[in-house]
């Protein structure tokens, strides 16, 4: 793990990269912000978390570090030391943890649950939507550090996604008072979507998606197939994180949408 700490006292805002090891966005974004020789009004910690991972260019190296919190010093897996480790450094922080998708290509925000921290925070981001992942949370990094936002900065591995997540980093410090002079102004009419189930993938030799994330799919309409088999919502729902191959065991979840951060 790499920490590069700025202003004086311990850190009270974080931005981490490389939570996973294949999504660089982050990773690059921390780099351009230790670059910007910054002068911060609050101390401040820019983290490359998963330095093994980064390298190697794999999600991790044993285990997934967002679903390992709060992880175990002792631990057998390097990523259950490494979650340890990072919960103790960003327990008192305020924290933007920076993604990457297969499914969408701009920003969109996750959070834990709609408190005063996501509601002030959020609308000062330029992302698409809030998705409330509150019904998954275990071991992901916000289970154990409460005050922190994930945003999904675009496509793994393309260059919109750096720059993405190098702009919504900004934000992030304008909106903590970090960097005040970068503070945006607020967008209370975000779309709030709460995820309520996953969609499974059983194995096949070929998966595709024909849904568009953040865009309603009506009860019996094919939405994907496997292996040439059509599947069919049995009820509405609204994708996120949805994509053929993004992960092993499903094509991604089912959300509702609540209304706008506003009205919820």
Do not use: W
């Not at 999600?59 to 992880?71: H, K, Q, S």
């Not at 999904?152 to 960097?179: D, I, K």
Request: glycine share 10%; proline share 6%; charged share 25%.
């Amino acid at each position: 793990m790499r920490v590069e700490r700025l202003g004086d006292g311990e850190p009270e805002v974080a931005i981490v990269g490389g939570i996973h090891g294949d999504e660089p966005c982050g990773v690059r974004a921390v780099d351009e912000l230790v670059a910007d020789d910054m002068d911060v009004q609050r101390p401040l910690a820019l983290v490359v978390a998963n330095e093994e991972a980064v390298e190697a260019g794999q999600r991790y190296v044993e285990t997934d570090l967002n679903r390992a919190f709060p992880g175990d010093p002792a631990g057998d897996a390097h990523e259950t030391r490494l979650a340890a480790e990072l919960r103790d450094l960003l327990s008192d922080c305020t924290v933007l943890s920076l993604h990457s998708t297969q499914s969408y290509d701009d920003l969109f925000a996750i959070v834990n649950g709609l408190g005063a921290f996501e509601r002030e925070i959020c609308p000062r981001l330029s992302v698409d939507a809030v998705v409330d992942a509150t019904a998954f949370d275990r071991g992901r990094i916000f289970s154990a550090v409460p005050e922190t936002i994930e945003v999904e900065c675009g496509y793994q591995g393309s260059e919109q996604a750096a720059q993405n997540a190098y702009r919504v980093s900004r934000e992030f410090l304008g909106a903590t008072g970090v960097l005040p002079e970068a503070a945006r102004a607020p967008n209370a009419d975000l779309p709030l979507f709460r995820l309520h189930r996953r969609v499974p993938k059983e194995p096949a030799g070929e998966y595709e998606v024909y849904a568009s994330n953040f865009e309603h799919v009506p009860p019996g309409e094919v939405f994907a197939t496997m292996g040439g088999q059509d599947i069919v919502a049995e009820e509405g729902f609204y994708p996120v994180l949805m994509s053929p191959y993004g992960y092993e065991e499903v094509f991604g979840y089912a959300a509702e949408r609540v209304g706008t951060l506003g009205e919820a």
